[in-house]
DNA sequence: GTATTTGCAAACACTTTGCAAGCAT
DNA sequence: ATGCTTGCAAAGTGTTTGCAAATAC
């Protein structure tokens, strides 16, 4: 029985971006992480950062999205593949779950004759809060 | 009765970027739309090419759309909601409607209580070309 | 010890802004 | 005539690259 194995080397930088990423309930931007890096005394370059997600990202350990602001936000994969509620007042995130989704990439699958490998899904709109 | 109404001074650039964005069968970049232009021996500026997009997306004329490229598209408004199929293989994108999504946006405002404005749905994955 | 990772500087890609000149109405 | 629209230069934002120094293993 073998196992996937990467290097992956410990560095200080890397600990920290993962469990800030791991303990995070929203997507979160490069500033948001660097400034996290930055309280906890770790002055690491924004290059660094870059790199060091993309690694994460290309490995498969986390997962890129967009929210039309024109950048990538990060965050840890779940084992429960989810969608976000985006409040376009208060930028506050919510996760939702959408089996249908599955389902419609079965039926795009036999009616259009492409083989779907991933989607991105966001919903844009006033969360309870704001909408008062 | 009265009818919304806004200014939209016919300009040569304003004229053609919308005869190409309703000719288009796929969302454009702004790259692509100045390249059209150039043909069209309209040598429009860049910015002015931005200004006219975003004078078009805030009018509710086009949309905007992103798929994970780090840059925006651009594609008339249709009245019937639609959303992309893109090859991670060739780059070809297809439209697909997705009835489902209006289904799943009251169940959303039901549970999450979650007023949902507009949202965003893209596949990506290989093409029937592609997958030989 | 060695290959990987980092920092710095610089560049790159995409988009926005200020202001004066130009043009549609 | 007037206010909207454009071009130019410049700057802003997000991201990537080259290379030498630092570091995890």
Redesign the interface.
Known sequence: MTQIQFTFKKTPARLAISEFLSGVKAPVDVEQIIEYLRLQKLDTNKVTVYRILDFLFKNQIID?V?F?E?K?RYEFKTNHHHHH?V??SCGRV?D?E?N??E???NE?QKN?????????????????AC?K
């Open positions: 890129r967009e039309g024109g990538y509620l409040c376009t919510q939702v959408a249908v989704v389902k419609l990439e795009i259009k004759n492409f083989k779907v490998q991933s989607h991105s899904m966001e919903f844009f709109g006033l969360c309870s909408q």
